[in-house]
């Protein structure tokens, strides 16, 4: 499959990682996900499962990896196509029928098994999406144009990551439990936030972070912010504060500065 809009050295990558996808439920594991012991039987053939002979677990195509209960698979796909021809979340929601959270969390798992798979198509995908698409609009000061790409850059690297070691103990036997950046430890059985001490630990509806920090630099109407997110005024207010505080707490000062100076109103 040939997409013009992905760079002619990338094509490959590109068509590999489609197929992949396309192929996610139906391909045979080469061994237990749990115990990694490589002899199994099939116990269903819809959806496919299989169960281990030594720990005698269950497991799909998709268990352990970062699409593990997404359904339906074949959304994986459409998704990955539409942000390569630059769809936004809310037009792949209308045509899915389905949230414009439920497209961005499979976007995300799109992106983390890509960057694993194939960092230079990653490297791509995040560019012609995120900064590409999302750039603020061009009377930008550029400190604050650069600062906020980075800014973002950063802030979507967290969100992706699914594999912390644990603050406590150091055991890399962790799993995140939630959107943001939040994990538990199967050896010390504690949790905790790779956030922790920053402005937004607490911070809730992880899937609208980028989204109002493009809102942030772009907009001045508080108004407009809570509509578009569909938060009341105080919420955005909030926002703004927590958010222009973590700018400052990453050095992110021209960006923070700018922010604060937009919402002055």
Same mark, same amino acid.
């Given at each position: 499959m040939q997409n013009d809009l992905v760079p002619q050295a990338l094509? &490959?990558?590109?068509? %590999?990682?489609?197929?992949?996808?396309e192929q996610l439920d139906s391909e045979l594991p080469a061994k237990c996900p749990y115990c990694k012991h490589r002899e199994f039987s099939q116990t269903r053939a819809m959806p496919l499962t299989f169960r281990c002979r030594k720990c005698a677990k269950y497991f799909n195509p998709l268990t352990k990896t970062p699409f593990n209960r997404l359904q339906p698979v074949r959304w994986l796909a459409v998704i990955f196509i539409g942000r390569v021809n630059l769809f936004t979340y809310q037009r792949l929601a209308d045509e899915l029928d389905c949230s414009v959270k439920m497209v961005t969390h499979r976007d995300? &798992?799109?992106?983390? %098994?890509?960057?694993?798979?194939?960092p230079q198509l990653y490297q791509w995908y995040f560019t012609h999406n995120d900064m590409v698409k999302n750039a603020p609009v061009s009377d930008l000061p550029k400190a604050v144009n650069t600062q906020h790409l980075a800014f973002k850059q950063k802030i979507t690297k967290l969100l992706m990551t699914s594999k912390a070691k644990c603050l406590y103990c150091n055991s890399k036997n962790t799993t995140k439990i939630s959107e943001r950046t939040a994990f538990y430890c199967r050896d010390c059985r504690r949790s905790f936030n790779l956030l922790a001490g920053t402005p937004i630990s607490r911070l809730r509806s992880a899937d609208k972070w980028l989204e109002f920090i493009d809102l942030l630099v772009t907009k001045h109407?508080?108004?407009?912010?809570?509509?578009?997110?569909?938060?009341?005024?105080?919420?955005?207010?909030?926002?703004?504060?927590?958010?222009?505080?973590?700018?400052r707490q990453w050095d992110f000062d021209?960006?923070?500065?700018?922010?604060?100076r937009r919402g002055s109103f």
């Open positions: 094509q &490959a990558s590109f068509n %590999q990682f489609l197929h992949y996808l995300r &798992a799109v992106m983390h %098994q890509m960057q694993t798979r194939f109407d508080q108004n407009t912010i809570a509509n578009k997110l569909g938060f009341d005024t105080g919420t955005v207010g909030n926002w703004r504060r927590v958010w222009c505080a973590m700018m021209h960006l923070a500065t700018w922010c604060q």
